[in-house]
């Protein structure tokens, strides 16, 4: 009975109710019908305090600072400058679109929105080419796994706050794993490019003047990321300030250097934030209210011994996470996904000894696959409804990809010394 | 007469976009002024969590209301027609009867906490908890308008068939 609830989420979700409403949905029917000694109004009081809190401010602000460096023209300079460093690689444009996403972390920090852009603007021309559309969806979808992990990305704040870990500390210790991943895919693209024939999308490797002309136009894409890090790690702001400082920081560079953002600007970059607010915010309210009820029964506490009870061996624990979180990852938006199972698994690792940032590195990177692997994953539906890719066709082209993810995903997990290298430093 | 319905029809948008703006000078100018001046104002941060409160709910209503909250329809769509309208029937209704349950719910503890000031300013806490009526009222309304236009849509099917 006590599991009810659970029950219950599962069937709203899969009936199509969105993942706020089915939690919400859950937690109220075990409070109403459920004899909790918690009258269902006084759980409303767990709506305002987990909202209330200065810390979260700084999603929405994160959130305009993707929105404000989109339309300032950073994007299309991060593209000359992926294709400058790239485009001469086996599989030319499969490379941009690579290092793309990775460039990309520092600005959208969101897959979602990084593999609608991506499918939008390089998909066409990668087609155009003579890739092949499933192939150039497939590899669109997979590299926007990476932009959630290189920092400043909402997850990577949303994580911090549950675990109670430190902002900068996880936002440095996202570009190691956001690297690998890069890596990995880079060098899948560049076997399945030699088999199929793709070509480099430029005759010959950019020279230093080339490089440091387009690092130029991009340096302050680039470095914004590193200059929150920095504010973050001495002190000077909080990441809430930090936040919004990143807003004050795109808009000037939109307005003065770029010369690209103008009032015309000011309504989409508005409602983008509303919206992306409302839905990752409302998902986190609704998480708490549901996490109120699992601590009510005490499920957190009984579900950490019972993983604990079968063994006390971190590697294989987390073997066993890493399999339950791809399957979570496979049905669940990553960020939601993150929400609801990051407070029931940061106290098994932390019981066994695993630093919670290493651990929230291999939480982000493994959802972020999740995200990209078929029944139900949210990039793989982004990607293939703006490419008009079919998900048949989709999911015979993403495997190697997935497989090269997955390669990525060992590393991050059995090497923590090269995850928590940078952080250590701070 | 144009422009106030073009008013009412993005309501939370208007609202949530002034709240987000405020809370973004807000949490600016105490930076600014921390740095420049050695001062900061004391109830900004209080002051940038309310409008951030009234933001979060009032974004909610209008993603709501544009259908974009994540979930999936997958499953949903791959069922026969007929079973599919029900089910996005049966939706419906659940979604009406649990937003209009804690619209009310809210009103109940808007009025219990009312007496409860808050912790800086010292105003009734109702000016957190109000969001809650506002958002999940308009949220119910949505649902409702969503609820009928299904129906709708239903019957003309059904007639269709028959």
Redesign the interface.
């Known amino acids: 009975m006590v599991y009810l609830p659970i029950l219950l989420l599962f069937v709203l979700y899969f009936v199509g109710v969105p993942i706020a409403y089915a939690l919400f949905g859950a937690a109220i029917f075990y409070f109403t019908f459920f004899d909790a000694g918690m009258p269902p109004d006084l759980v409303l009081q767990k709506f305002i305090t987990s909202t209330a809190s200065f810390p979260l401010l700084a999603i929405p602000f994160f959130v305009m600072a993707g929105s404000v460096m989109n339309y300032s023209g950073i994007s299309s300079r991060l593209m000359k400058m992926a294709e400058v460093l790239t485009g001469h690689l086996k599989g030319g444009m499969a490379q941009v679109n690579v290092a793309l996403s990775t460039f990309m972390g520092g600005v959208s920090g969101s897959a979602n929105a990084d593999a609608a852009m991506q499918s939008k603007i390089l998909v066409p021309q990668m087609v155009k080419h003579g890739y092949d559309k499933g192939f150039s969806a497939a590899i669109t979808a997979a590299s926007s796994s990476i932009s959630p992990v290189i920092p400043p990305g909402i997850v990577l704040i949303i994580y911090a706050l549950i675990a109670q870990v430190s902002v900068a500390k996880i936002f440095v210790a996202g570009y190691v794993p956001g690297l690998i991943m890069a890596v990995a895919l880079m060098f899948t693209v560049s076997i399945i490019a030699k088999k199929r024939g793709y070509r480099p999308s430029r005759e010959t490797r950019a020279n230093a003047g080339e490089i440091a002309r387009q690092l130029k136009e991009s340096i302050w894409a680039l470095s914004l990321p590193f200059g929150i890090i920095l504010g973050l790690r001495f002190g000077l702001f909080t990441p809430t300030e930090a936040g919004a400082m990143a807003v004050l920081a795109s808009v000037l560079i939109g307005v003065f250097v770029y010369r690209e953002l103008n009032l015309s600007h000011f309504k989409p970059i508005l409602l983008d934030t509303i919206y992306g607010t409302g839905t990752v915010v409302l998902i986190i309210v609704a998480a708490s209210v549901f996490g109120y009820y699992l601590t009510w029964e005490r499920i957190p506490q009984e579900l950490t011994q019972l993983l604990l009870d079968f063994t006390d061996n971190k590697y294989l624990m987390l073997a066993i996470i890493n399999v339950l979180l791809l399957a979570l990852g496979m049905f669940i938006e990553g960020g939601a996904a993150l929400i609801i199972v990051a407070p029931l698994l940061v106290p098994v690792a932390t019981a066994l000894g695993i630093d919670p940032i290493h651990f929230g590195m291999i939480m982000i990177v493994n959802i972020m696959i999740g995200g990209v692997t078929p029944p139900f994953g949210s990039m793989m539906f982004t990607t293939c409804s703006v490419t008009r890719v079919p998900i048949g066709v989709f999911v015979r082209e993403v495997w190697p990809f997935i497989i090269a993810l997955l390669c990525s995903l060992l590393v991050i997990t059995y090497v923590p010394s090269l995850v928590m290298f940078l952080p250590n430093l701070m | 007469m144009i422009y106030i319905r073009k008013i009412g029809i993005h309501l939370?948008?208007i609202l949530?976009?002034s709240f987000?703006?405020a809370?973004?000078t807000l949490?600016?100018s105490?930076?600014i002024l921390r740095y420049l001046f050695g001062t900061s104002i004391s109830w900004s941060?209080e002051v940038?969590?309310?409008c951030?409160?009234w933001?979060?709910?009032?974004?909610?209503?209008?993603?709501y209301k544009?259908k974009?909250?994540?979930?999936?329809?997958?499953?949903?769509s791959k069922a026969p027609p007929t079973l599919e309208k029900t089910?996005?029937l049966?939706?419906r209704f659940?979604?009406l009867a649990?937003?209009g349950?804690?619209f009310y719910?809210?009103i109940?503890?808007t009025l219990?906490?009312w007496e409860k000031p808050t912790a800086v300013l010292g105003v009734s806490?109702a000016v957190?908890?109000s969001?809650?009526i506002v958002s999940f009222g308009l949220i119910s309304w949505h649902s409702f308008k969503f609820l009928v236009a299904d129906l709708k849509s239903f019957r003309t099917s059904q007639g269709e068939v028959n």
Not at chain 2, 55 to 63: E, K, N, Q, R
Not at chain 2, 70 to 76: E, H, T, W
């Open positions: 939370e948008e949530c976009g987000l703006l809370m973004i949490v600016i105490n930076v941060e940038a969590t309310i951030f409160v933001c979060v709910f009032l974004g909610a209503s209008a993603t544009h974009m909250d994540m979930g999936i329809d997958v499953l949903v089910i996005r049966a939706t659940f979604l649990l937003n349950y804690l719910i809210a109940v503890f219990i906490a806490s957190f908890n969001a809650l």
